[in-house]
């Protein structure tokens, strides 16, 4: 295409909202108006289930759930009087509680105030939290946030180094729906314990945010804890920022809220229009259906061209796969669905692996964010007439001409510059976007079997650990892995057997392992004397 006939198509294809100053630019990728025709009844269909869905349809059957994120941001789309009031009163909620820990009404026992917090959570519970604290914290924050967001003890007790002399002024945040998640409550005992060494009242330093009554919220209530905010059945992980899970770091750190808000209600509402060609999200996923052949068949490379968009792309990883990662569709046909993300930052990103994306294998499309704003102040010259941000972007713009010189597809978002307003309508963009994809791809975007696969089968090998210690505590004599299995019934999972013998060993629970480890099969275990 040349090159005037391609500038026509950017501004055919330029989507422009002058309220967010938000743009949207899907002119390299390569769908005609063929394309766009075919998929109009697809979209027209996907429109009328996303408008069922804001107004309270049961959208994960396997838990008889609604799913109402979008009300968080505009509690009067709440299907009944009940619920906007419990949306209004948790969003009151949040900031008197923020108020009086900015101003020391609530604070450490002994101390004037708190200086840190400690957020305890996994999955959604910590990517968004984490996310908006790299996009948004000030420098000054009135409170520093770090996370546990894993259960590996040796990165718990580098969160726990890295607060050091604060921890007794720290507060506590643990952040789980069930109260039954093992990582968020692995990690919530670690810092009891933590605590309890340092003889400070854990429960004065605690605050729960959890589904209402759930193990969790009973804990918190009989121990005292400072201050329970709920997690609704209606909100997924994943799509939860606009929660407490979100809200209660973000306004803790001195992030405002209310505009984080605003800017994804904007946005909600921007991507209602049922023209395609004035809804965002809508065209987000015609591009995705265009460059993946609505099968997952390329990957999606995010790149945010500024260091505080950092986490945008992991965070996107789990939005975008855990939705749309689906072995069946809605009628019960093996589709295997989804669509792969990756990234980093730009242009970092152009010293590791944009050399495989302009020249290797094209199974991907680009979706690069672009900042228009370089920083606050002034900057300074590094060349005549050109600033570190003039590179900046003539790296951004240069890739993606690279690219599409290469055949490669992308698109560009556009937003003035990273504040809580465009960064809560990145969000909804996106949550918006993985809506209609699924339905326009049939598939359900608002449950995940496959991680809850993995939680059961996670299970079965730490009930299987319990069962083999048994057996090796009334054992006399070491044991071949043959030997151990069969005692313990399992004879089907000895290597599950073997990787838990040697995870006890090498972390001295009292498992003694010996012969060739080359050969696992000539090994003999027993018990510590």
Same mark, same amino acid.
């Given at each position: 295409m040349d090159s005037a006939a391609l500038w026509q198509r950017y501004q055919d294809?330029?989507?422009?909202?002058?309220?967010?100053?938000?743009?949207l630019d899907l002119s390299r990728m390569r769908f005609d108006e063929g394309f766009v025709a075919k998929m109009k009844p697809m979209f027209d269909k996907a429109f009328e289930e996303m408008d069922a869905l804001e107004r309270g349809a049961i959208a994960n059957p396997d838990e008889n759930r609604m799913v109402g994120h979008y009300w968080l941001r505009n509690s009067d789309l709440a299907p009944t009087p009940e619920l906007k009031e419990d949306i209004d009163n948790t969003l009151e909620a949040i900031e008197a509680f923020t108020n009086k820990v900015h101003s020391g009404e609530i604070k450490p026992p002994g101390e004037a105030k708190f200086t840190d917090i400690l957020s305890i959570g996994i999955g959604g519970s910590a990517l968004g939290p984490e996310f908006v604290a790299e996009a948004l914290a000030p420098i000054d924050a009135p409170l520093a946030i770090h996370f546990i967001d894993n259960t590996d003890p040796s990165g718990i007790d580098r969160t726990i180094a890295e607060i050091g002399s604060r921890l007794n002024t720290t507060l506590v945040l643990v952040i789980s729906k069930s109260g039954g998640t093992p990582e968020t409550r692995n990690g919530m005992i670690e810092a009891k314990a933590v605590y309890e060494a340092e003889n400070l009242d854990f429960a004065a330093h605690a605050v729960a945010i959890t589904g209402k009554d759930s193990k969790l919220d009973r804990i918190a209530q009989a121990e005292g804890w400072l201050a329970s905010f709920p997690m609704y059945d209606w909100v997924g992980g994943r799509t939860s920022e606009m929660s407490a899970v979100g809200l209660v770091p973000a306004a803790l750190q001195g992030i405002d809220i209310q505009e984080m808000l605003t800017g994804a209600k904007i946005m909600d509402e921007l991507t209602r229009d049922r023209t395609l060609k004035d809804n965002p999200a809508a065209l987000l996923a015609l591009?995705?259906?265009?460059?993946?052949? !609505?099968? !997952?068949?390329?990957d999606m490379v995010v790149l945010p061209y500024k260091d505080s968009l950092l986490l945008f792309s992991r965070y996107l990883q789990q939005l975008v796969m855990e939705s749309l990662g689906k072995e069946k569709d809605l009628d !019960?046909?093996?589709?295997?669905?989804?669509?792969?993300?990756?990234g980093n930052k730009g242009s970092t990103d152009q010293h590791a692996y944009v050399q495989q994306l302009r020249e290797g294998v094209n199974n991907f499309f680009v979706t690069f964010i672009e900042v228009l704003q370089d920083r606050t102040a002034k900057s300074p010259e590094v060349e005549a007439g050109v600033t570190s941000g003039d590179y900046l972007s003539g790296l951004l713009q240069g890739t993606r001409q690279a690219l599409y010189e290469n055949g490669r597809d992308s698109l560009t978002v556009t937003i003035p510059e990273v504040n809580p307003r465009t960064v809560g309508a990145l969000i909804?963009?996106?949550?918006?976007?993985?809506?209609?994809? !699924?339905?326009?791809?049939?598939?359900?975007?608002?449950?995940q079997p496959g991680v809850e696969a993995g939680k059961k089968a996670a299970a079965s090998v730490l009930a299987l650990q319990n069962q083999i210690v048994k057996v090796l505590e009334k054992q006399t004599t070491p044991l071949s892995l043959s030997e151990l299995a069969a005692k313990a019934d399992a004879t089907a999972e000895i290597e599950a057997i073997y990787k838990i013998v040697r995870h006890l060993s090498a972390n001295d629970r009292g498992i003694v392992i010996s012969g060739n480890l080359a050969q696992p099969s000539s090994l003999k275990i027993s018990k510590a004397d």
């Open positions: 294809w330029l989507y422009y909202n002058e309220q967010l100053e938000f743009y591009s995705w259906y265009f460059a993946t052949n !609505g099968k !997952g068949e390329k !019960g046909n093996i589709v295997h669905q989804g669509i792969a993300v990756y909804a963009l996106y949550d918006r976007a993985v809506g209609l994809y !699924g339905f326009l791809v049939n598939i359900n975007a608002y449950h």
